[in-house]
């Protein structure tokens, strides 16, 4: 289980006037993400999604509040966290001069894979991902979509416990996205936990269990997607969070 408590992060950054000012990018955030699940973290560009995903992921340290996964710390556990997890953001650069059948030979090189297992397990993923009428082509030559499908297999190549997928789909052709989706569904049957953060409402309405909605660093509203459609009489996320918006403001 991942438990996330009251985690902020700050950060410095210069005015016009090349003055030094603290800002926090994250306000203090809390979330519990169980086995066999798909959480959503919704909000606009800036509002603090792929900070939080980050610490989480181990890529930042949280200024306070704690991140747990299965009971370990980064502080005390970091190799044996990451062992357990697989971070992807919309702009993860790979590669360009490899196949990607090298680098998942490689990935799997690098968390240990047993060379009698990764073949077979690289010819599983490519089925999973569609991927055997590109595999071994050079990564520079494929398509955005293809590139990203890439990017995904790699991160199962260890066979990981949780997703961290930061906008997985940004960008995506229809098809690409729709493999990408149903690649999350599946990963949720076995057992895995899938954070998926997202600005495309519609996509997390469709696959996420529970959906935490983010705005200014701040958790503005979260719940499973029927319930905030009917705490906010709306029909769909999107008008929710327009509406969970116009309330914060009026409250200001």
Do not use: W
């Not at 996330?4 to 000012?21: L, Q, S």
């Not at 997390?204 to 509203?221: R, T």
């Amino acid at each position: 289980m991942l438990e996330i408590k009251d985690v902020k992060k700050k950060f410095v950054r210069y005015t016009k006037n090349k003055k030094k000012e603290e800002f926090y990018a994250d306000k203090g955030i809390s979330l519990t993400a169980k086995e066999g699940s798909i959480i959503g973290v919704l909000g606009p560009n800036g509002a603090g999604k792929t900070t939080l995903l980050r610490m989480i992921g181990g890529i930042l340290e949280p200024t306070s509040g704690s991140i747990t996964i299965d009971n370990l710390t980064y502080d005390k556990n970091e190799i044996e966290i990451k062992k357990k997890i697989a971070y992807l953001s919309g702009n993860t650069k790979i590669y360009q001069s490899i196949s990607g059948y090298e680098l998942l030979k490689m990935c799997g090189d690098l968390y240990g894979v047993p060379k009698d297992e990764i073949e077979n397990r690289i010819k599983a993923i490519s089925k999973e991902l569609e991927l055997d009428s590109f595999l071994h082509n050079r990564i520079g030559n494929l398509s955005t979509g293809q590139t990203q499908r890439i990017n995904i297999a790699r991160c199962l190549v260890h066979e990981p416990k949780y997703y961290i997928l930061d906008e997985a789909t940004s960008g995506l052709d229809i098809i690409s996205s729709q493999v990408i989706l149903d690649f999350i569904k599946k990963e949720k049957e076995k057992g895995k936990v899938v954070l998926y953060s997202t600005h495309y409402m519609e996509e997390a309405e469709n696959i996420c269990d529970y959906v935490v909605m983010i705005h200014k660093g701040l958790v503005i509203k979260e719940g499973t997607p029927d319930n905030i459609k009917e705490a906010t009489n709306t029909t769909n996320l999107r008008d929710a969070f327009f509406a969970l918006i116009e309330e914060v403001e009026d409250e200001k």
